[in-house]
């Protein structure tokens, strides 16, 4: 081969080989990663809650307000030293808010315990027929949780005691 076509070829060659990568896109730097995040642990006063929902933490019973009225029946308390009442009165019921509708139309009998009694104007000593409310306090159990064996607890805290309408 001749000198001249050596060199031409050399050329040749170097002028390709700086053309390929002079047409190619540079590539783009890589994204820096994230650090991973950490992981919390379980709290520890919040243990799994069962599948179950007759287990759950709602099927145990909790208070929901009771309030009732109605005309007295039976009055067989007493008052104690503090100003409160314990004993038994019996209403019948012709008012009630909605944890108390069972209770509408029938006669109630209530276990005062240290209950607030007050009396109207010529309410004291109380009669038959005096305008009677009962407010307290009853147990319940959430309506998807089964009530078999469930008796719900009627806790008075206060009764009020006003004469009967003329």
Sequence with gaps: ????????LVVAVGAVSVAVPAAAKPSHPAHPSHPAKPSHPAHPSHPAQPSSPSTSHKCTPHHEAYTASGQLVTWA???NAGGTSSGTITVHV??????????KGTDVTYTLTG?????GKGANPPTAG???KVTGKTTALAKKCDQTGFAPTITVRKVDVKSAKQ
């Design 77 to 79: 308390a007493s008052q």
């Design 94 to 103: 012709t008012r009630a808010n909605h944890h108390a509708a069972g209770a």
């Design 130 to 132: 005096d305008r009677t």
């Design 115 to 119: 209950a607030k009694v007050n009396f």
């Design 1 to 8: 081969m001749r000198t001249g076509s050596r060199f031409a």
